[in-house]
């Protein structure tokens, strides 16, 4: 993984995969050169621009512009915006409608949205005449600095979040920063969590830079372009390191465990959690059991808290809106999670902030225990 400069507000990452390699271009203005990036990399495609219907207004004809200038052929497919599109049904209609433009093997699946539009897409890709080229064109923070690299790609079940997917590898992912100006501030703040995420897992600095530099963040500039591109610095790392999730990789699951739960539970219900929110719930969890399993010392996890608080994010449980959630449930859907192994319940815990480590054989006795306590102190 190589980080780079190329040209004057274009940061490049490349993901290092062997023949699966790609970069990851991180700036201004990649909307209107996507035409020519795409084009460059993947010559004489045709393609689907794959959108939800919030995105669709504001971003689709300026991509379509774009791909009509480099002579890109394409197929618009829009579809409902939220994260209960991730789902068979809406599987079904994206692979049709794929199917129905007669794109070809070699031709690509553009995602332009979220993480929900990416990971959906991304599996339709995947699986579509057994693998269509992918490019992502991540519109949320979340999306930039998160779900569209790394090929993990899927849908939701009502027994637990992602439970069906594929790894599937985007040839090239243009995160254009200026598109993140129409994001709501409530879902920039949700990626914002998983941007704390690769500061507790192991960059206590980049951490300390965010406490000082979130509402330069927020406000957008180039303390902003610099937080995603060090985001995608750090899960490009890990993803080359380990691409499958046989071993590091689980460490982007902090706050995972728990926020999937809590996600499942609502039903994925958008008004009461969103992922992004869930997973600064999840991590804070993680760091309070951490703290009741004696790893962590107490300064460290309220440092965490505070942080999160700082941009609005929620830290409890009690905080998602409507009827409280009910134990059982939760670790009904915990023991779907996919890190389960032979049984055994696997948690990202931590001694300390950036000190985040792979718990094996989690007693469930204890989370239980905590988790009645967390849920008991929101009743
Ligand atoms: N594959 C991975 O590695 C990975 C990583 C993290 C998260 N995820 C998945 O990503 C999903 C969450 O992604 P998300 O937070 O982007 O949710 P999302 O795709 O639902 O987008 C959030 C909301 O913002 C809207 N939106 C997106 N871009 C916009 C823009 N530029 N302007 C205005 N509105 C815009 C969307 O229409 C949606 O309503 C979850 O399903 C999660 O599981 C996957
Ligand atoms: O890329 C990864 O690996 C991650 O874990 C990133 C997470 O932020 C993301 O939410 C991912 O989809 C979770 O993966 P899952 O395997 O737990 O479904
Ligand atoms: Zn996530």
């Known amino acids: 993984m190589i980080v780079s400069d190329a040209g004057a507000d274009t940061r490049t990452v490349h993901v290092d995969l062997g023949a699966r390699s790609y970069d990851i271009l991180v700036g201004g203005g990649l909307v209107a050169r996507a035409g020519q990036e795409i084009a460059a990399r993947l010559p004489g495609i045709r393609a689907a621009i794959v959108t939800d219907a919030n995105v669709a207004p504001l971003h689709l004809d300026r991509l379509s512009a774009a791909l009509d200038e480099a002579g890109i052929g394409h197929v618009p497919i829009v579809l409902p915006a939220g994260e209960t599109t991730k789902s068979f049904d809406h599987l ?33 890709a995947g699986i579509v005449r057994r693998g269509m080229r992918f490019v992502q064109l991540p519109t949320s923070l979340l999306a930039q600095v998160d779900s569209s690299v790394g090929g993990k790609t899927g849908i939701n079940s009502p027994r637990g979040k992602n439970l069906i997917g594929v790894f599937h590898q985007p040839a090239l992912v243009l995160a254009d920063t200026d598109i993140l100006s129409t994001l709501s501030r409530r879902e920039f703040a949700a990626g914002y969590a998983e941007v704390v995420k690769y500061g ?81 719930i999840g991590m804070a969890l993680a760091h309070r059991f951490s703290h009741r399993l004696g790893l962590i010392d107490g300064q460290d996890v309220t440092r965490v808290e505070r942080h999160l608080q700082a941009v609005g994010l929620p830290t409890r449980i009690d905080a998602i809106p409507g009827p409280a959630l009910d134990v059982d449930t939760l670790m009904d859907r915990i023991a779907q999670d996919k890190k389960v192994s032979r049984g055994q319940l696997t948690f990202i815990l931590t001694r300390g902030i950036g000190q985040s480590f792979i718990a094996k054989e989690v007693v469930p006795d204890d989370v239980r225990a905590f988790l009645s306590a967390e849920t008991a102190a929101a009743a």
């Open 92 to 124: 079904m209609q994206l692979v049709d409608a794929l199917l129905g433009a007669r794109l070809e093997r070699g031709d690509a699946v553009i995602a332009l949205g979220g993480g929900v539009i990416g990971d959906l897409s991304g599996f339709a």
């Open 200 to 280: 507790l897992i192991d960059r206590p600095d980049f951490f300390e830079w965010l406490e000082a530099n979130h509402a330069a963040i927020f406000a957008g500039g180039p303390a902003r372009v610099e937080a995603v591109a060090r985001c995608c610095e750090a899960k490009a790392a890990v993803v080359a390191d380990d691409e499958r999730e046989d071993g590091n990789r689980a460490l982007l699951n902090l706050g995972h465990t728990f926020g999937h739960a809590l996600e499942s539970a609502v039903r994925y219900d958008p008004e009461r959690l969103v992922h992004g929110e869930g997973v600064a």
